[in-house]
């Protein structure tokens, strides 16, 4: 499953510094100037589950694979973007095509590094990216409407359509994001067409400087409660302390510098796991002497559905799946002793998959 988290904000508030310590396979040219990074860079990472690592101990597998989750470094925004100012345009059509955003907010003062802005200000940096996700998207709402205004009149399914795009008109045209409409079904599915940048979950991410890396700061705490009224998440992080971990290759150093911060694991983790939940994702696991391994699914989705991550095959041919929970996989320390304590159930093309469910397939080819 190739979902996308993009990672956006106004220049320099430390995006691709982030980015550099999210990915290990691609580097973000982090740089004290406008645009640096004119082209989305992706990286894939694994998604931090302590549960996986005591199944491969239970197990003991030949390989552990995680599952992942993509995130993308978007140039930053800057005010105008809407109109296409500063390249907003291309920065902007790559924020359409991912799954969810992760807004870096500048909460650190520094005077060596640039904000054309003045003062350093977390609640105006976050309206300043609604505000031109906010004009971009009444844009593309507004060229629907003069579609549909006509044909509404004589036809109750584009009078449906034309409704919600009134409602969607108003509710951007007060400043406000269009996930806050919590539209659903047929209303969702009127505006599916313009992929809304605004109807895209969010997540935000308060970089503080080194001092507030355990309480947040001013700051920080100014964003808490404006993300708060909107229903999102604020993970505090310094970004370059994350960039210097991820450059460490040895387990011991990563564990020794987390230690002087007083951490017990890298704000990375943190930000991963949200951003996996913010997608509502869930994870299974298939547990075998080859291979102990994750797979990622959306929450609500059936055995058969679970079953075509691993081959289309598998929810084609499905017949059942063997589940244990993965409560139950730990404190019986085997699928053998689970069957005998009668803790794997056997399930049909009803079930919904649980987080954490170890399970196995059968299936017909």
Same mark, same amino acid.
């Given at each position: ?19 550099? #310590? ?183 991410? #308060? ?85 102990? $391994? ?50 794997? $159930? ?19 080819v």
């Amino acid at each position: 499953m190739a979902l996308q988290v993009g990672i956006v904000g106004l220049p320099n508030v430390g995006k691709s510094t982030l980015f550099n #310590a999210v990915s290990n396979s691609a580097k973000a040219q982090a740089s004290n100037y406008r645009f640096c990074t004119i082209e989305p860079n992706v990286g894939q990472v694994d998604v931090p589950d302590e549960r996986l690592n005591k199944l491969a101990e239970l197990v003991q597998p030949q390989r552990i694979l995680p599952t992942t989750i993509e995130f993308v470094d978007i140039a930053g925004l800057v005010k105008g973007a809407s109109k296409g100012e500063g390249l907003g345009n291309k920065f902007l059509a790559n924020i359409r095509e991912v799954d969810a955003i992760v807004h870096v907010i500048r909460c650190f003062e520094d005077e060596n590094i640039l904000r054309e802005e003045g003062a350093i200000n977390p609640i105006a940096d976050k309206e300043i990216i609604d505000t031109e996700l906010q004009l971009k998207d009444l844009d593309s709402v507004e060229k629907k409407m003069s579609r549909y205004e006509k044909i509404a009149k004589n036809d109750p399914k584009a009078k449906r359509v034309y409704d919600v795009l009134v409602r969607c008109q108003e509710h951007l045209s007060q400043g406000k994001n269009i996930r806050g409409l919590q539209l659903e079904g047929e209303d969702r599915e009127a505006i599916a067409d313009l992929f809304l940048l605004t109807e895209k979950p969010v997540l935000y991410v #308060a970089n503080v400087d080194e001092s507030g890396i355990h309480t947040g700061n001013n700051f920080s705490e100014a964003l808490s409660k404006a993300a708060t009224e909107e229903g999102a998440e604020v993970i505090v992080m310094n970004n370059s302390i994350e960039a210097q971990i991820s450059e460490m290759e040895q387990e011991e150093d990563k564990q020794l510098f987390l230690s002087e911060y007083g951490l017990t694991e890298p704000g990375l983790n943190r930000l991963i796991r949200a951003a996996y939940n913010l997608l509502h994702l869930i994870t299974y696991f298939t547990a075998g002497v080859q291979e102990v $391994r994750a797979w990622t699914i959306h929450k609500g989705w059936k055995a058969p559905q679970a079953a075509s991550v691993i081959h289309t095959d598998f929810e084609k041919g499905f017949i059942k799946a063997e589940v244990i929970g993965y409560n139950d996989y730990v404190q019986y320390k085997s699928e053998a002793a689970c069957r005998d304590n009668g803790k794997l $159930r056997i399930e049909g093309k009803e079930y919904l998959v649980q987080d954490g469910d170890v399970m196995h397939f059968r299936f017909n080819v």
